[in-house]
């Protein structure tokens, strides 16, 4: 059975700090990795996505895969209050995703 | 640019009513779409996706059932709503031809009482 593990947290930061958040998957055969964020009471929005091995850089958040390790994680730079969400990682199977069941991150001001 | 639609937003429904919820996307062609749920601190649980007009394919066994009577167009229904279908129900869409990526709508949340 395919399975995306994350920690459910929270984890806390400090405004400005960088937030690190990890994912682990089973799946072998999954080529593509996502990160989606979600406000509570609201759907997921995609923000990064991961096709390749190595670092995948947009504005604050860089997206890391070691395919070898089965390891997916987020940066998130110069953390923002507004950045305080539930963060999903997902991994691609055939037509459909794998989703773990995500980690709450707070950041205080 | 694309664009997901569901409607309603909330829903109130009582034990053994039917249920239509539906998703439309605009701006794309022959989508993968997809139903999902999501209960309270809860994970997405995939609940059906479609990659054409007619064709469903069921994820889990339940007393909901969805249709995909035209290309943009997916519907969520049941004959007979349980306590236990309260929750936030979310459609995406996806394109065949990247990789795997979806966009949720919305999404409607559903109490039964």
């Known amino acids: 059975q395919k399975e995306v593990e994350q920690n459910s947290g929270p984890l806390s930061v400090p405004e400005g700090a960088i937030a690190s958040l990890n994912c682990t998957y089973s799946?072998?055969?999954?080529?593509?990795f996502f990160w989606y964020r979600q406000y509570s009471g609201k759907s997921p929005e995609l923000i990064m996505s991961?096709?390749?091995?190595g670092d995948k850089e947009d504005g604050r958040f860089t997206a890391q895969l070691n395919k070898a390790s089965q390891y997916v994680s987020l940066l998130i730079r110069d953390s923002q209050p507004s950045d305080s969400a539930t963060y999903l990682c997902?991994?691609?199977?055939?037509?459909?995703?794998?989703f773990g069941k995500g980690t709450m991150l707070l950041v205080s001001p | 640019s694309q664009t997901i639609h569901q409607w309603p937003a909330t829903l109130v429904q009582p034990v053994g009513s039917p249920l239509s919820l539906e998703c439309t996307v605009e701006?794309?062609?022959?989508?993968?779409l997809y139903w999902y749920r999501q209960a309270a601190g809860r994970g997405l649980q995939l609940l059906f996706y479609?990659?054409?007009?007619?064709?469903i394919s069921s994820e889990v066994p339940q007393n909901l059932s969805a249709s995909r009577p035209q290309d943009r167009q997916f519907i969520l229904s049941s004959k007979k709503l349980l306590l236990s279908d309260s929750s936030f129900y979310l459609c995406?869409?996806?394109?065949?031809?990247?990789?795997?990526?979806?966009?949720f709508g919305p999404g409607t949340r559903l109490t039964v009482l």
């Open positions: 799946d072998r055969g999954s080529q593509s």
């Open positions: 991961i096709y390749s091995n």
């Open positions: 995406a869409w996806g394109s065949r031809f990247s990789y795997n990526e979806q966009f």
């Open positions: 997902a991994g691609s199977g055939y037509s459909t995703l794998t």
């Open positions: 479609s990659v054409g007009i007619g064709q």
């Open positions: 701006g794309t062609s022959n989508p993968n």
